[in-house]
């Protein structure tokens, strides 16, 4: 089992920055694709970063510029970095994994974190 675990969101001002972390454990024998979603009350879940195995990205029009996705491959374990964030950046960030679990034969599937809540307000 593959069990993805954010850590990092909190309260913080208009303006302001943090670092989201999610890091996956357990029977890993490579991570393909990572990936950050987010999800507002009353809204659907949305992607807002992904980033592949090789170290290529993507961001959501609405993050691009402000927030900057990146991992590293020997800790299993992707980050966040967001600045000058908005009140509409404020929701629930969820990681996910696409792993590639080591048995026999190997098997991939896609793991998902239980969230961590950001809230941005004065």
């Known amino acids: 089992q593959v069990q993805p675990v954010e850590s990092g969101g909190g309260l913080v001002q208009p303006g302001g920055s943090l670092r989201l972390s999610c890091a996956a454990s357990?029977?890993?024998?490579?991570?393909?694709?990572m990936d950050w979603y987010r999800q507002a009350p009353g809204k659907e879940r949305e992607l807002v970063a992904g980033?592949?195995?090789?170290?290529?990205?993507n961001y959501a029009d609405s993050v691009r510029g402000r927030f900057t996705i990146s991992r590293d491959n020997a800790k299993n374990t992707m980050y966040l970095q967001m600045i000058s964030l908005k009140p509409e950046d404020t929701a629930v960030y969820y990681c996910s994994a696409v792993v590639v679990v080591s048995g026999w034969p190997n098997r991939t599937f896609k793991y998902w974190g239980q969230g961590t809540q950001v809230t941005v307000s004065s």
């Open positions: 357990g029977s890993i024998f490579s991570i393909n694709a």
């Open positions: 980033i592949t195995s090789g170290g290529s990205t």
